[in-house]
């Protein structure tokens, strides 16, 4: 198990520019979440997929914002025209969901990308 | 609407001393987890406990426990024989939603502890 990664960890841009997260779930999750955290905050939910279908969006993700999970595994976050108010930490966490029992499924989180737009 | 609150911004707690963290929430459902996760300085986000509603039984994992007291929708954790490593921010977590709307979590403000050595 190597956990949930995520590229890249670090990212600088300029205000307008176009930038792309990657995440890499733990293999066998099929539940991926997107979170976002701004410094004292707690994480603030964005969006979540199951296997590939994005399920729930939050208000907070404007029309600027736009997730991915093609196949069910990796999913991908583009943040298109920058703004200074979208420097944050970006996590995401994976989870599996089963059919049986109660549905709360339990949520392991990579080490996030820090956004700096300048 | 759902909520977590974490009423401690700053805890401090000396080496190998027990601390208890407080977290208080609401909820109108009746089966669903809560979590405690910490965020040490390098900002990635680790599960330290998850409880369940429908047992009883309070969750111990090591030096950490939890005091569930879910009528007043109380979710406390104590941490024992603290040691350094264990600084960090401490978080309380709740799923919203239901079945239909995955787990997606709500996390109080966050507890700051610090261990004195």
């Known amino acids: 198990d190597t956990g949930v990664s995520q590229n890249p960890r670090h990212k600088i841009t300029k205000r307008g520019q176009n930038v792309t997260f990657r995440c890499d779930p733990i293999s066998e999750h099929n539940r991926l979440y997107w979170y976002r955290q701004t410094l004292g905050q707690g994480p603030e939910f964005l969006t979540y997929?199951?296997?590939?279908?994005?399920?729930?969006k939050s208000r907070l993700l404007s029309d600027r914002f736009s997730a991915e999970r093609p196949k069910g595994s990796f999913s991908t976050l583009e943040i298109q025209r920058t703004e200074q108010g979208d420097s944050a930490m970006y996590l995401c966490a994976s989870s599996f969901a089963g059919t049986s029992g109660t549905y709360t499924d339990t949520q392991y989180f990579g080490p996030g990308t820090r956004l700096t737009v300048l | 609407a759902q909520t977590v609150t974490q009423s401690q911004p700053e805890m401090s707690v000396q080496e190998a001393e027990t601390v208890t963290l407080s977290c208080t929430y609401d909820?109108?459902?009746?089966?669903?987890?809560l979590f405690w996760y910490k965020q040490p300085p390098s900002r990635q986000m680790i599960l330290v406990i998850r409880?369940?509603?429908?047992?009883?039984q309070n969750a111990t994992e090591n030096r950490f426990s939890v005091n569930f007291q879910k009528a007043a929708k109380s979710f406390s954790l104590k941490i024992s024989d603290s040691q350094l490593g264990d600084a960090a921010m401490y978080f309380c977590a709740f799923p919203l939603g239901g079945e239909t709307s995955g787990s997606r979590l709500t996390f109080g403000e966050g507890t700051q502890l610090t261990v004195n050595p």
């Open positions: 409880q369940e509603a429908y047992k009883q």
């Open positions: 909820t109108s459902e009746s089966d669903y987890y």
């Open positions: 997929f199951q296997n590939e279908a994005q399920l729930e």
